[in-house]
């Protein structure tokens, strides 16, 4: 998070992150046309329409004083180009992790979870995250709360759940606003950055 003192403004990190195939450009794609701003997000991905590196797009909201400026980026799932995770993750604020709920793919689930907890070391405790559960339109899903066990999901106060399915644009709004209002009660509950230029 960046607030800028003089130009009035705050700049805000948001990362999906998750497996190969969960849903993370999906997802971010139904938030922008929410917006309305589908047509705004910038994407590196291949003729398959894989992500190579990240899709990225700004959300902004303005009252009459203050500027708020959200960053959204998603990593690329495919693991032949995953030294581009870590840069992208770069000075977050916040992580919506994108689940694959398909049975067969749990353990994918996890190794991407451990990948992500790798990066923060103890910090991870300390950032917002919103587990998105998608894919709950399909049949033969795993049981969240198992996923939640596997992880010590109870040991964190930082991270909450929510149901998606990015296809349908099911549940991504609440997820972003959830991860909006974690983020917001760090700002509240610790020490901030602030630069003033
Ligand atoms: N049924 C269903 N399919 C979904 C959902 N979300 C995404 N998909 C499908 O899953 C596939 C992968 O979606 P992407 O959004 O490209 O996944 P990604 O996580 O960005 O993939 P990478 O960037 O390659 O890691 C596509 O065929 C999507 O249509 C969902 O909620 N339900
Ligand atoms: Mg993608």
Redesign the pocket.
Known sequence: MIIDHSAKSISIKIVYF?P????????IKALFSEFGKEDEICSIESTL???LFFDYGTVTFQNQEWKLKIHIY?T???DFYFVTRPITLRAVDGVIF?IDSQEDVYERNLISWQELISYFNESISKLPIIIAF?????EEKFNSIDFLNEINYHKYKNIDTRF?????GEGILDCFEDILRLILKKYYQHKLVTAVN
Do not use: P, W
């Open positions: 998750g190969a195939m969960s849903g993370k450009t999906t997802s329409e894989r992500t998603t690329t799932g495919q994108v998608n894919k709950q339109d399909l998606t399915s990015a296809l349908k």
